[in-house]
């Protein structure tokens, strides 16, 4: 097309495409998609857990049923994260910046590349402020395995390896001072810890011997404490481990669960983001929901 312009004054013919030469990522629709995904999830999780939090502290009766407090809990987190991932998607959809050098097809392909980023970006920023909280349950998780050998270790200072050994060369009937006896009672639990619980006969004959002498009891009725101390060890032992095989299979559980829900995520932010360019397109003002005053 060409125009008519006066002597001495030059005109440049543009086409759309020229004028417009950014790039087709549009970073700040997608910012603002993020930081409202992410502003609703704090919100509501922090809404969910007041709830489940008030609803766990009956302080009577018996107590909740935990695979119910499960189930409802990763309800809500699977819907606020579908939620708040489709929010930022739309408003990011809605926001972006239309370039007119594409088909309608194209453009939605766009607008749901646009959502696809605003979950990356979101889950990203999601992921770094979980962080602090996942530290801290696999800090818990540690110690509770740690406690099976707790329980049957004694202070630092007692838990020399050749302790144990050393002491089997001087064992004697003749009654020994309590510290001591303390002291090498302990080395054996805690060489018995190494072995998985097990306790030598000799050992728990040792035991009953310097139980009965330093406390004037029966043989028998020391040998009755000492078997009592080592059942209650094991037990004790054995509650850990199983508290370390949950904490472990609620892990793996979470995992499989969070990466189902981010793969629902993304598919709703891309679907989300490709009704926000429609509505854009389509200048949708959605009159009875948002009146403008």
């Known amino acids: ?4 312009a006066p002597a001495g004054v030059a005109v440049i013919e543009t086409s759309v495409a020229e004028r417009d030469q950014s790039s087709y990522v549009d970073w700040p629709a997608i910012i603002a998609g993020i930081v409202l995904a992410t502003a609703i999830s704090v919100v509501l999780i922090s809404f969910g857990s007041a709830v489940g939090l008030n609803f766990l502290d009956f302080g009577y009766g018996t107590g909740v049923n935990p695979i119910v407090v499960g189930i ?10 579908i939620s708040s991932f489709m929010a930022g998607g739309y408003l990011t959809g809605r926001l972006r910046r239309r370039h007119f050098d594409a088909s309608e097809d194209e453009s939605d392909l766009r607008d749901g590349a646009h959502g696809l980023l605003v979950w990356g970006g979101a889950a990203l920023l999601g992921t770094m402020i979980a962080v602090g909280g996942i530290g801290a349950v696999a800090s818990t998780a540690g110690n509770i395995a740690a406690t099976a050998t707790n329980a049957a270790e004694g202070p630092a200072d007692v838990l020399d390896p050749n302790a144990y050994f050393v002491d089997t060369m001087f ?4 009654p020994v001072e309590a510290m001591v006896a303390r002291e090498e009672a302990t080395r054996i639990f805690a060489r018995a810890a190494l072995d998985d619980g097990t306790f030598a ?3 728990r004959a040792y035991l009953a011997n310097i139980v009965a002498a330093n406390t004037g009891i029966a043989p ?7 078997d009592q101390a080592i059942a209650n060890v094991e037990a004790a032992r054995q509650e850990a481990i199983e508290a370390a095989r949950i904490a472990r299979n609620t ?4 995992a499989f669960l969070l990466a189902a829900s981010l793969l629902i995520s993304a598919i709703g932010a891309y679907w989300a983001a490709q009704k926000g360019g429609n509505h854009r397109d389509n200048n949708s003002v959605f009159a009875d929901v948002f009146r403008r005053f």
Do not use: C, K, P, Y
């Open 72 to 81: 409802v809990a990763a309800s809500w987190f699977l819907w606020v994260q």
């Open 1 to 4: 097309m060409s125009i008519d």
């Open 201 to 203: 006969d000799a050992d």
């Open 220 to 226: 028998a009725e020391a040998q009755t404490r000492v």
């Open 171 to 174: 064992r004697s009937n003749q």
């Open 251 to 254: 892990g793996i559980i979470g």
